[in-house]
């Protein structure tokens, strides 16, 4: 059974670095082809995509926000890390990652996180 | 404003199909596959449909995918209540170098 879960902080200020965790299990990031995603979504509006990691190392990101956005991966520890620096109100999201076995696909989701930025 | 366009809403009466559109451009729809996911208030999304057409474990037939040029198609039968929530499609759109997201049609089961 697949299921991953995001921790970090629920309140940051305007201009800081957002460190999100997902803690996954039931699969690996070493397996040919998986990937893991985050995806964010503010109040009212439809999903953002943000970041893809794939079992190989190769990243992805957002190209409007890819100056600002990094995803790693510790295999051992089946997590994987999205940080988003310089953060503003406009930020203020819910931020989940979810599991990709083929191109651009999402089939389990974490419950979310909801992150406010707020002086 | 989304690079995907949906209506903003649907409605029927249970039991009934509704149809749910998805029009995009050949840098997305047109050339890539199209998935369809739906979210309960308070959840995350989850996965109906996958490569235009293909379901998960677990989706009953009763959703089903389709796609056509520029454009894709969910359609749901036999409506069900708990069907009501917001349904979003979404594909990876080439000249963006991004997964879009439609902006969500929220269904309405009378």
């Known amino acids: 059974q697949i299921t991953l879960k995001e921790s970090g902080p629920t309140l940051v200020k305007p201009t800081e670095t957002l460190t999100l965790t997902c803690t996954f299990s039931g699969f690996s990031l070493s397996t040919i082809g998986v990937a893991v995603g985050w995806i964010r979504q503010s109040p009212g509006k439809a999903p953002e995509w943000l970041a893809l990691i794939y079992w190989n190392d190769d990243k992805r990101y957002s190209p409007s926000l890819k100056r600002r956005l990094t995803i790693t991966k510790d295999t051992s520890k089946n997590q994987v890390v999205l940080t988003l620096s310089n953060m503003d109100p406009v930020d203020t999201a819910t931020y989940y990652c979810?599991?990709?076995?083929?191109?651009?696909?999402?089939?389990?989701w974490g419950q979310g996180t909801l992150v406010t930025v707020s002086s | 404003q989304s690079v995907l366009t949906q209506p903003p809403s649907v409605s029927a009466a249970p039991g009934q199909k509704v149809s749910i559109s998805c029009s995009g451009s050949t840098s997305n729809i047109g050339e890539q596959y199209v998935s369809w996911y739906h979210q309960l208030p308070g959840t995350a999304p989850k996965l109906l449909i996958f490569d235009n057409y293909k379901r998960p474990s677990g989706i009953p037939d009763r959703f089903s995918g389709s796609k056509s040029g520029t454009s894709a198609t969910l359609d749901i039968t036999g409506l069900q209540t708990g069907d009501e929530a917001d349904y979003y499609c979404?594909?990876?759109?080439?000249?963006?170098?991004?997964?879009?997201f439609g902006g969500g049609t929220k269904l309405t089961v009378l």
């Open positions: 979404a594909t990876w759109d080439t000249s963006l170098s991004v997964v879009v």
């Open positions: 979810a599991h990709s076995p083929v191109f651009a696909t999402y089939d389990y």
